[in-house]
């Protein structure tokens, strides 16, 4: 439903759908990061400059449980900064 609900989005929309989707994940997994001892964040680091999926899956599942809330969290904070800005 929603990838169908994206499909018929003009361009201009859909790229500043997914530059929100980016924005939203990287400041998840940055948040994430912070809560990390010093040994997870050297493990994180390599695994996410490497291009091995399986892994970078895995790490998120194993050390990042909480990730989804963290994501719901970031989505929140950034609709009420979007919702604070004034309409132009």
Do not use: C, W
């Amino acid at each position: 439903m929603q990838q169908k609900i994206l499909n018929n989005l003009p361009p201009e929309i859909k790229s500043t759908v997914s530059q929100l989707h980016d924005t939203i994940l990287k400041r998840s997994l940055m948040r994430a990061y912070k809560n990390l001892d010093n040994e997870k964040k050297a493990m994180m680091a390599e695994i996410f400059n490497s291009n091995d999926d399986e892994q970078k899956s895995d790490f998120l599942h194993n050390y990042l449980g909480d990730l989804q809330d963290i994501i719901t969290k970031e989505t929140k904070k950034i609709t009420e900064e979007i919702k604070k800005e004034p309409i132009s």
